[in-house]
């Protein structure tokens, strides 16, 4: 068990539809990271918060948004879902703030999107 | 952009025999980390290589720096079922955001019994 919590871990969902994944990170982490897990692109970094705050972007569409609430819980928002959205989305949650370092990421168990 | 590769891409072996995994990038890295994805659960770290031509064990698992800082493999001795997963390198470049590791596809590996 990581300590990182997401749910939902399974969702349907059909095109043109907006899902929300939830991530609790790990007792005293302060930054939370999402990715997105696809057969074909392998482990994509999104975007990452730290201490509520937006660190860093990565290939995150712009359909695609997030946020890290005040107890450091975070939230992805996929809006207007394609097909193409069919995926795993994890969080995961590290106590660095991302400004560099070999610090450890911790994973959740992932969300299992499938977009119909 | 920097170019991450890992090979091979899939690999089923028996119970008992060795492996390596290799994973090689365009660019150097200031550190590496290996990370194993077992199904239907997160990746979990294994290791954390930040000097070149450094050698690391784990039990069976032997994890090697390339001098250059551009490479890196992992090797298995004696695999075993639990060894089954998806190994994933993340290397951290210089410069760039710790958090935004860039993960290799992986190599999928099937121990069979």
Known sequence: DSGVTQTPKHLITATGQRVTLRCSPRSGDLSVYWYQQSLDQGLQFLI???NGEERAKGNIL???SAQQFPDLHSELNLSSLELGDSALYFCASSVLSGTGGTGELFFGEGSRLTVL | ?????QSPQFLSIQEG???TVYCNSSS???SLQWYRQEPGEGPVLLVTVVTGGEVKKLKRLTFQFGDARKDSSLHITAAQTGDTGLYLCAPHYYGGSQGNLIFGKGTKLSVKP
Not at chain 2, 1 to 5: A, K, S
């Open chain 2, 17 to 19: 025999e060795n492996l």
């Open chain 2, 1 to 5: 952009t920097q170019l991450l590769e």
């Open chain 1, 62 to 64: 712009e359909r695609f």
């Open chain 2, 28 to 30: 150097v890295f200031s």
């Open chain 1, 48 to 50: 990452q918060y730290y």
